[in-house]
């Protein structure tokens, strides 16, 4: 490696290192050779192809990295393939024959691992019969690529393309694909990439191999030297080379080893950027005040804090009286008493002289909270009334289908600094909402926002306000390191007294249908004591056209279609619970309508409640003792601890029954099993991440999409993460303002993943 300043000779330049000391011209040629269109290289209609992959430039296609290698000296499994897919395997030609009569003669081979079989047909002209079976005589070992077909109820592959190896695994050069010649000839392993039809692994293998060359000069190491010697990494060209012409598989190892470095650190940096830039802003400074509204609450409140919240409460008012803002996460329980820790945290903010907002994802959580707070406060939260204590503040609801003159009052009261604690939905975003003195931020369910929420409620506010992010849903620890990074987090495990058990049991409604209608008998029991229920549904009615999130099925069994509230409530109302009060609650009612209808069941006026996810965080009903979750296997884990929490929150135990058709075994059945087995939200987190597939990792698609990354597991990949974010700091600590254009883009293009569907919402 050279250490001084390039003299604008590129020979001067090892390729693929960065010479230490010079400016950033080298990783600037880097970036732009990395971010060339992948159409400068390939035409228009292979371009479109690769669109499909989500290649659209130079750095995507050589991220792009094959799903498996395959060796010239090893077999497939050829005894369970999948058909309708396109896949490689490598097998014996165990067999050979020409079928038909000319001209529609056609080659018959068959291939074998030594335990199962596999038909391979080719049509043709008689010279090409005769090549075909030239080529496959004498059991030769040899790759065949194509899509897996059906032919008398066994798989079959028609005019796959091929190339055959000998004895030591070497290619023999005999095929009928040289696109497939070349690929196997440039190293000793082939690389099976993902692939769609219009463009297929060899033409993938090919043209990366065709562009690495074309700009391996080019990819100068935009990492420092010390990054690659602590972490022991190849350089980025040798990365790329051992992962798409590697020598062994010790080589593709090392080189994909790399690559999720370098995504779990473009992850990091982002994150240690955001804290970075946080710890440079000025705060509101909120220190104690004796006697204030903070000491009156505390005065009143009906329970004794958990040792848990008054240390969560700690950690929070030290913070606070810092002169730079607060960036906590709080997550807890369902239960776990979030809510007071953070009215407590508002009070501090309104002592200090400021104002703090409450962000929630639904109108139905927004009031929630705002009929929770004023209950906790009491003639606290009246405003200066005639008659109200002197700590008093006004606490104000703000939503976006509040009537005008109720709207244009709220509005008046934020402005004027009268509301020193506003609680509201997305409607707090909008331009017509300002602050009087904007101090303190509370974002209830995280996932549900964006940055860029968070981003404009706090340039409402003159200095950056604090910001305590809460939500119920459990986050393993690398997630948390993840999707949080930029946030420091506090934990509420224990369950405040007065919480009752919930028993939960999975109902086979397919195997045991009088099972169900013994659920329908228990509720009425239920009701009979004065209790109350809750019936959830994945959909509002059978004809719902658009698609739920978690209505996912990885089973090949038939599967009836799941129920919705509209029929449902109707059934068990003219049915098996005739004689109780039946309402229904979901999203395409009015805000009044679900308001109304959730006040007439917090009142008791209600005896079950027919509904979808709209009550999966933040209803609290103590008298509601049991639910029926309908089509359960349509939810994920994490999910269905939510549901579950809205029961058992008084002095009477719960019933939870999960109805399922789901067959034993199934993805779906393990689901439901581990709710079943466990209360304990955060272990349920765990087992709720390893068994999604790829997908939004904190957002609404738990049953499964495509991820937006990559290669990075999070849950598998944990120390790499880890390791990254300790880099990420240094590199952040060394260069704030992210000279190095490499650099900057990792983060430019991970927060416009976080603009979209990952990082920071669902």
Same mark, same amino acid.
């Given at each position: 490696m050279k250490d001084g300043p390039p003299g604008g000779d590129d020979d001067a330049v090892v390729p693929g290192r960065y010479p230490a000391g010079v400016d950033n011209q080298w990783q600037t040629r880097t970036f732009e050779r990395l971010n060339t269109p992948v159409d400068r290289f390939v035409g228009d209609k292979t371009a479109k192809a690769f669109a499909q992959l989500r290649v659209h430039t130079v750095g995507d296609l050589l991220r792009h990295v094959p799903r498996r290698y395959l060796a010239g000296t090893e077999n497939s499994d050829l005894t369970d393939l999948p058909i309708g897919e396109d896949l490689a395997v490598m097998a014996i030609v165990d067999s050979v024959q020409v079928a038909g009569q000319s001209p529609r003669r056609r080659v018959e081979a068959v291939l074998t691992d030594g335990r199962g079989r596999l038909s391979v047909t080719f049509f043709g002209k008689d010279y090409l019969v005769k090549f075909w079976v030239g080529l496959l005589s004498g059991r030769p070992r040899g790759i065949f690529v194509g899509?897996?077909? /059906?032919?008398?109820?066994?798989?079959?592959?028609?005019?796959?393309?091929?190339?055959?190896?000998?004895?030591?695994?070497?290619?023999?050069?005999?095929?009928?694909?040289?696109?497939?010649?070349?690929?196997?000839?440039?190293?000793?392993?082939?690389?099976?990439?993902?692939?769609?039809?219009?463009?297929?692994?060899?033409?993938?293998? !090919?043209?990366?191999?065709?562009?690495?060359?074309?700009?391996?000069?080019?990819?100068? /190491?935009?990492?420092?030297?010390?990054?690659?010697?602590?972490?022991?990494?190849?350089?980025?060209?040798?990365?790329?080379?051992?992962?798409?012409?590697?020598?062994?598989? $010790?080589?593709?190892?090392?080189?994909? $080893?790399?690559?999720?470095?370098?995504?779990?650190?473009?992850?990091?940096?982002?994150?240690?950027?955001?804290?970075?830039?946080?710890?440079?802003?000025?705060?509101?400074?909120?220190?104690?005040?004796?006697?204030?509204?903070?000491? !009156?609450?505390?005065?009143?409140?009906?329970?004794?804090?958990?040792?848990?919240?008054?240390?969560?409460?700690?950690?929070?008012?030290? $913070?606070?009286?810092?002169?730079?803002?607060?960036?906590?996460?709080?997550q807890g329980e369902v239960g776990s008493g979030k809510t007071v820790v953070a009215t407590r945290a508002m009070t501090r903010a309104i002592d200090a002289g400021y104002q703090a907002a409450l962000l929630a994802p639904t109108e139905v959580l927004a009031t929630q909270h705002a009929d929770t707070l004023r209950g906790l406060l009491g003639d606290l939260g009246d405003g200066q009334v005639l008659g109200a204590p002197e700590q008093a503040t006004k606490v104000v609801l703000l939503t976006g289908s509040m009537p005008a003159a109720a709207r244009k009052q709220a509005l008046l009261d934020i402005a004027s600094g009268e509301a020193g604690i506003v609680i509201g939905t997305h409607a707090l975003l909008g331009d017509q909402v300002q602050f009087a003195n904007l101090g303190l931020v509370i974002v209830d369910e995280q996932h549900r926002f964006g940055v860029e929420q968070r981003a404009v409620l706090g340039a409402k506010a003159e200095l950056r306000p604090h910001v305590l992010v809460m939500t119920?849903?459990?986050?393993?620890?690398?997630?948390?390191?993840?999707?949080?990074?930029?946030?420091?987090?506090?934990?509420?495990?224990?369950?405040?007294?007065?919480?009752?058990?919930?028993?939960?049991?999975?109902?086979?409604?397919?195997?045991?249908?009088?099972?169900?209608?013994? !659920?329908?008998?228990?509720?009425? $029991?239920?009701?009979?004591?004065?209790?109350?229920?809750?019936?959830?549904?994945?959909?509002?009615?059978?004809?719902?056209?658009?698609?739920?999130?978690?209505?996912?099925?990885?089973?090949?069994?038939?599967?009836?279609?799941?129920?919705?509230?509209? /029929?449902?409530?109707?059934?068990? !109302?003219?049915?098996?619970?005739?004689?109780?009060?039946v309402a229904v609650l979901h999203g395409r009612m009015s805000a009044e309508e679900k308001a109304d209808t959730m006040t007439a069941f917090a009142a008791g006026e209600v005896d079950v409640l027919v509904s979808t996810t709209v009550i999966e965080v933040g209803v609290d009903v103590p008298n509601a003792s049991m639910m029926v979750v309908m089509d359960a296997d349509r939810f994920g884990i994490s999910q269905l601890h939510q549901l579950r929490g809205r029961i058992g929150r008084g002095s009477h135990a719960g019933v939870c029954l999960l109805v399922s058709h789901a067959p034993p075994g199934s993805p779906a059945a393990r689901r439901l099993a581990a709710v079943a087995r466990s209360r304990d939200g955060f272990a349920l987190a765990e087992e709720d991440l390893a068994a999604r597939r790829e997908g939004n990792i904190l957002g609404s698609s738990q049953a499964g999409t495509r991820s937006s990354l990559r290669l990075l597991r999070v849950l598998e990949h944990l120390p790499i993460i880890e390791a990254s974010r300790t880099i990420a700091a240094r590199l952040v600590t060394q260069d704030p303002h992210l000279e190095n254009p490499y650099l900057a883009d990792m983060v430019r293009q991970t927060e416009l993943l976080a603009a979209g569907d990952w990082l920071e919402k669902g």
């Open positions: 899509r897996v077909g /059906e032919f008398n109820n066994r798989p079959q592959l028609t005019h796959p393309k091929f190339v055959l190896f000998d004895e030591r695994g070497n290619p023999t050069g005999k095929s009928d694909q040289s696109d497939l010649v070349a690929s196997v000839s440039r190293s000793g392993l082939v690389g099976i990439y993902p692939a769609v039809k219009a463009v297929q692994t060899w033409t993938i293998s !090919a043209t990366i191999a065709m562009v690495l060359e074309q700009v391996a000069d080019d990819l100068v /190491e935009p990492l420092p030297e010390w990054v690659l010697e602590s972490e022991q990494l190849p350089t980025m060209l040798e990365a790329f080379q051992d992962v798409h012409l590697p020598d062994t598989r $010790e080589r593709a190892e090392r080189g994909i $080893e790399r690559l999720l470095f370098d995504e779990a650190l473009a992850l990091q940096l982002a994150m240690a950027q955001r804290r970075s830039q946080a710890a440079q802003d000025p705060a509101a400074v909120m220190q104690h005040r004796p006697g204030g509204l903070l000491d !009156a609450l505390d005065q009143r409140l009906p329970f004794t804090l958990t040792p848990g919240q008054q240390q969560v409460c700690d950690e929070i008012f030290t $913070e606070l009286a810092r002169e730079h803002p607060m960036q906590r996460l709080l119920a849903t459990p986050i393993p620890r690398s997630v948390a390191m993840t999707v949080f990074g930029d946030l420091e987090t506090s934990t509420l495990r224990e369950i405040p007294a007065g919480r009752s058990e919930v028993q939960t049991t999975v109902v086979d409604a397919t195997r045991h249908p009088a099972w169900v209608s013994r !659920a329908w008998e228990r509720i009425t $029991e239920e009701v009979a004591a004065g209790r109350q229920a809750f019936v959830v549904c994945s959909r509002i009615s059978k004809t719902q056209t658009d698609t739920d999130p978690f209505d996912q099925l990885e089973s090949d069994e038939a599967m009836p279609d799941p129920v919705g509230v509209e /029929e449902l409530a109707e059934q068990l !109302a003219t049915g098996p619970l005739r004689g109780t009060r």
